[in-house]
C-alpha cells in the first residue's frame, strides 16, 4: 500500500477535493467564449507553449545579472574541492531490461500509442531483446528515438474558475518505452552519484530509500535533540 498517497486521498476527501475529470466545455479566450473541441485544444496547446517560452526568458533576464562568482554553478565547483570522475555509460543486458519493466508499476494509462505499463509487463520476454538493442544503440550514437520524445498534454483544472485557461496546468503522459529506457538511465546515473558521494545526505527527493518522511523525522529529530540540550534552534525555509 503507498502511506502517503491513502494519506492524501483521506485529506482530498475531507475537504472535499475529490479531483475532476469532467470534460471542458467552454473556454473564455480574451473575452470570447469557445466550445468546438479543437479550438479549445489548440488554445491549451498555445497557452502551454506560451508559459515555456515566458520561463525561458525569464531564467535568462536572471542570468544575465549573474556576476560570474554568485552562478549556481559557481557555488557548486566550489563545494567540491576534488573533481568527481566521468560517468561511464554502459551497454545493458536483457537481463536488466527485464527488471526494468518488472519494476515499472503496471497502470492502464498509456501515451500516444496506446500501450500502457502494464501491457508492456505482460509482454516482458517478447520485447526485452529489441528494447534492449534500441537502448544500447541509443547510448552509442548519443540519439534518443524521436518517437519517445512524443507525449499526450492534457490540462488539469486546478482551482478558480474552470473557463480561465490560466487556471490549468498541463501534464504530459509519455509512451511506456520512454519510461523503460529513462529508468535504465536514471539506475546507472544513480549508481554513478551513490559509488563517489556525489550527493548531500540532506537531499531526500528522487532518491530510493530516502522519503520526505525522512526529511521531516530528521528535521523533528535534531530540532528535538537541539531544544534538550537547550540550544536556541533557528529555521531558513525556502
Known amino acids: 500500500m503507498n502511506k502517503n498517497k491513502t494519506i492524501c486521498d483521506t485529506v482530498n476527501v475531507g475537504t472535499n477535493k475529490t479531483g475532476n475529470t469532467e470534460k471542458i466545455n467552454t473556454l473564455n479566450i480574451d473575452g470570447n467564449s469557445i466550445s468546438d473541441c479543437q479550438e479549445i485544444a489548440n488554445a491549451f496547446n498555445k497557452y502551454f507553449l506560451t508559459i515555456a517560452k515566458s520561463i525561458n526568458t525569464k531564467q535568462n533576464e536572471l542570468n544575465s545579472h549573474n556576476v560570474d562568482n554568485t552562478t549556481p554553478l559557481h557555488y557548486l565547483t566550489q563545494s567540491f574541492k576534488n573533481p568527481f570522475p566521468n560517468i561511464h555509460l554502459k551497454s545493458i543486458s536483457t537481463k536488466e531490461i527485464e527488471n ?9 494509462s498509456s501515451g500516444y500509442d496506446g500501450i500502457s505499463t502494464k501491457l508492456i509487463k505482460i509482454r516482458s520476454p517478447f520485447i526485452s531483446s529489441p528494447l534492449t538493442h534500441i ?20 490540462p488539469l483544472f ?5 473557463s480561465k485557461i490560466f487556471n490549468y496546468r498541463p501534464i504530459s503522459i509519455l509512451s511506456s518505452f520512454s519510461k ?3 529508468k535504465v538511465m536514471y539506475n546507472q546515473l544513480q549508481e554513478h552519484l551513490n559509488k563517489y558521494s556525489i550527493l548531500a545526505e540532506e537531499q531526500f527527493g528522487f532518491r530510493s530509500d530516502s522519503t520526505t518522511n525522512k526529511a521531516i523525522y530528521k528535521l523533528i529529530n535534531e530540532t528535538l535533540n537541539a531544544l534538550n540540550s537547550k540550544f536556541i534552534v533557528g529555521g531558513i525555509f525556502f
Do not use: H, Q
Request: a positive charge; proline letters at 5%.
Open 180 to 182: 523503460v529506457l529513462e
Open 100 to 108: 526494468v519493466i518488472k519494476s515499472l508499476k503496471p497502470k492502464n
Open 135 to 154: 537502448r544500447n544503440k541509443s547510448m552509442s550514437s548519443g540519439i534518443f528515438p524521436d518517437c519517445l520524445k512524443y507525449a499526450v498534454v492534457k
Open 158 to 162: 486546478k482551482k478558480g474558475d474552470k
